[in-house]
């Protein structure tokens, strides 16, 4: 590997890629139409079940259902009369009661609001995916035409499509399941998916076979090979995705919960202990004050608030055109430091196409052109496609061989065929047809070298043709200029990648000259050249081992193995079938770059769950300051010193903190949904800011609130 250089100011052209254009589906706070949409789901969470798995507001729920019977019982029983020695309102449980209740209405409306956004979205994902044919092919002969054939044809929902089925689609039809092209070239419009109106070229063959059912094939006839079983399409799990149908807790939203129900537990005992501390019963605490100051203590804000924020980070990366499959990639996202990018189809467009044969050590010039032509007869990627589209338009014809084809391998880097005579034909890498033509015996020569730097250095794809004939001798006839187009806007983006401390690398199974080529050109820090599939997991390792959190983005079949193995996989939607399902995100733009907002929606989850969490704690404390003196001070009036506050009276002093805890869950809706600003900068720094920030607001915020609150309600009569 070597640095490459500084990007140059060519380069520096303005960017046309996705994530520059505005974000579309964008809100930061919510409607009042949003509030009506999530109110059934806010009653419907109401169900202990469901609550359970928030151990913090389970307890609430817990003490609202208690509060509230013993409301309904006091009137039989004598009434309330004292707490702490104090005298209590005659309403003052069916105060609590009904905040508590509001308590826990407003952590579930947080999560109703969270999923309401994705909610919307996914009904117009429906719209997509409802009523389609699928015209299946049902005797497919492989590599051709059916309607050129004339094959029996029949039609069928596509609902009933299986994993094998073949389908043929025609210019205007939808796409009707996920799948691979298997034969023909088509313009398809994927905007169905993802809100992007210019139509893609997808082929069969390369690393841009892959469609998505629901788009629309604009162009042509293109053979499909299904690979998705019914009901689990690539449009099903965006539905559910959005819809948060499959969200589950991360590691770290586990761990939090788990802290947040061991504090709950232990104020639990605490709050219990109260009364035999207090020992005889005139200062007795009655039970619903005892219950008020454990739901002022327990940390509510966060537990009501946690799965609110993880949904908004997953909804915000929707929002950004990436489908993130797990929770834990995104929180990793945040703490990427080395981005592996593949060159082919990532950092370039992915169409490469011959454009140049040049001949080498006076072979004949036709000779390279049929050379080459032979041994792409049978090669079904689109570079062999498009060199027989050059050698046709430079007078080759095409006349068809016996032979055994030789496959093309990211292994062996070339292709081509064996003919019955003992003859053959090969082209590829430079590296391994000179090692092919060397065993041949034969001899490579500096005017091959020429032409294949020269090549390198435009930043193309050098494809060397060699031929061994039936003696055994062989020799090189010349090269193949495959051309390459890099995508717009990189060397921007790869800066601002680096500084926000991220080191990208490009991994690439072309030459090292090529490679340096176009690491300069989209200006990334470092490049590994001529990787096969295990180079690439093994740079993984090495990163990861070297304790380095690694994102890859790659589209071919031969990157699945490191998207896999990367901590953040991010899979380009015009890639194959086998990139989407090793990574754990796919992006729909396709956009390499992606990575930039991935990252920061990432630390922005972390950033917003750490800071509510801190705030949430702090305001647990100074709620316990404003609550315990008013529980006493009947009883002990030595506590009238810690009454800082000095609250109207000790039932109106609960209560109050009581509303102040149940409004601060509804004032922290906006910001859990919007995430707390993201600033580039680094990771303890952000830390201190946030811990001053947000504790000290902990700290603060309830003194100030709960005397407002208690001032309001020392107007009403009762207090
Ligand atoms: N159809 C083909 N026939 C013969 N050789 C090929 C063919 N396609 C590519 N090659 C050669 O094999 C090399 C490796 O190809 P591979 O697809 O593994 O990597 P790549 O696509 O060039 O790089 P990346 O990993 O960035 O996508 C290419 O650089 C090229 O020299
Ligand atoms: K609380
Ligand atoms: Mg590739």
């Known amino acids: 590997m070597s640095t490459t250089t500084r990007p140059t100011a060519e380069s520096s052209a303005r960017s046309t890629l996705e994530a520059d254009r505005p974000m579309k589906r964008v809100g930061t706070t919510f409607s009042a139409a949003q509030l009506i949409e999530a109110l059934p789901g806010t009653f419907r969470k109401l169900d202990p079940r469901q609550m359970f798995r928030t151990p913090v507001m389970f307890i609430v729920e817990m003490g609202a259902v208690l509060i509230t019977a013993i409301a309904i019982a006091e009137p039989f029983l004598g009434g309330p009369v004292t707490s702490g020695g104090s005298e209590v309102p005659a309403s003052f449980t069916w105060l609590i009661a009904l905040w508590l209740w509001l308590t826990v209405l407003f952590a579930n409306l947080a999560e109703s609001v969270a999923e309401g956004r994705g909610k919307a979205q996914a009904s117009s994902l429906r719209r997509a995916r409802t009523g389609m044919t699928a015209r299946v092919v049902r005797e497919y002969v492989p590599a051709a035409d059916p309607g050129a054939l004339g094959s029996a044809i029949t039609d069928m929902p596509s609902s009933d499509l299986d994993l094998g089925d073949i389908v043929v689609i025609e210019a205007g039809g939808l796409v009707p399941g996920d799948g691979e092209i298997i034969w023909g070239i088509a313009s398809v419009d994927e905007s169905a998916i993802t809100g992007e109106s210019a139509p893609v070229i997808r082929e069969s063959g390369g690393d841009r076979s892959a469609v998505t059912g629901g788009t629309r094939v604009l162009s042509d006839r293109i053979v499909v090979r299904i690979m998705s079983r019914p009901g689990d399409t690539f449009l099903d799990r965006m539905i559910r995705l959005v819809e948060g149908a499959e969200r589950q807790k991360t590691p770290n939203e586990v761990a939090l919960n788990i802290l947040l129900a061991t504090l709950s537990i232990v104020f639990t005992v605490v709050v219990l202990a109260i009364n035999p501390i207090g020992s005889s019963s005139n200062v007795a605490v009655s039970v619903p004050v005892l219950v008020a100051l454990l739901v002022c203590l327990i940390p509510t804000t966060i537990g009501a608030l946690l799965a609110a924020i993880g949904i908004a980070g997953m909804d915000r990366l929707v929002q950004h055109n990436v489908l993130a499959m797990s929770g834990r990639a995104v929180e990793a996202a945040g703490d990427v430091t080395t981005l592996l990018l593949d060159k082919t189809g990532t950092i370039t467009y992915g169409n490469r196409r011959a454009s140049e044969f040049i001949s080498v050590d006076g072979a004949d010039r036709n000779d390279l052109v049929t050379a080459a032509l032979q041994s792409s007869l049978s090669d079904p990627t689109p570079e062999g496609k498009s060199i027989i589209d050059l050698a046709e338009i430079e007078g080759s014809v095409r006349a068809d061989v016996a032979g055994t084809v030789v496959p093309f391998s990211a292994q062996t880097r070339m292709s081509g065929v064996d003919f019955p005579d003992g003859s053959s034909v090969r082209k590829g890498a430079g590296s391994a047809v000179r090692a092919w033509v060397a065993a041949g015996p034969g001899t490579a020569t500096a005017e091959l070298d020429d032409a294949v730097s020269r090549v390198s250095q435009l930043g193309g794809t050098p494809l060397v043709v060699a031929i061994r004939d039936a003696a055994g001798v062989a020799r090189v006839l010349g090269v193949i200029h495959l051309k390459d187009v890099v995508k717009d806007g990189l060397p921007e983006r790869f800066a601002e990648l680096r500084s926000m401390g991220i080191r990208t690398v490009m991994i690439t199974g072309d030459n090292p000259l090529t490679a340096k080529a176009i690491a300069a050109e989209a200006g990334v820090d470092d490049y590994l050249a001529e990787a096969t599939p295990e180079d690439k997991m093994c740079l993984i390792r090495k990163e990861q081992a070297g304790g380095a959190l690694v994102a890859m983005t790659g589209d071919g079949t031969n990157d699945a193995p490191a998207l896999a193995l990367a901590d953040v996989g991010v899979a380009m939607n015009s890639g194959t079938s086998a990139a989407k399902e090793a990574g754990n995100m796919v992006d729909l733009d396709s956009d390499p770059t992606k990575l930039i907002d991935i990252v920061r929606i990432g630390k922005q989850l972390l950033i917003t769950r750490g800071a509510l969490t801190t705030f949430s704690i702090a305001n647990d404390v100074a709620k316990y300051f404003a609550i315990v003196p008013a529980m006493f001070i009947g009883a002990f009036p030595g506590l009238a010193a810690l009454n800082i506050m000095h ?67 020392s107007l009403l009569p009762v207090f």
């Open 647 to 713: 609250l109207n009276s000790p039932s109106s002093a609960i209560l109050s903190a009581v509303i102040f805890n149940a409004l601060i869950i509804v004032a922290l809706i906006p910001l859990s949904l919007r995430g707390v600003k993201y600033r580039a900068a680094s990771a303890s720094s952000l830390l201190n800011r946030n811990l001053l920030v947000y504790g000290l607001g902990g700290i603060v915020a309830p003194f100030i609130g709960i005397k407002a609150i208690d001032l309001a309600l």
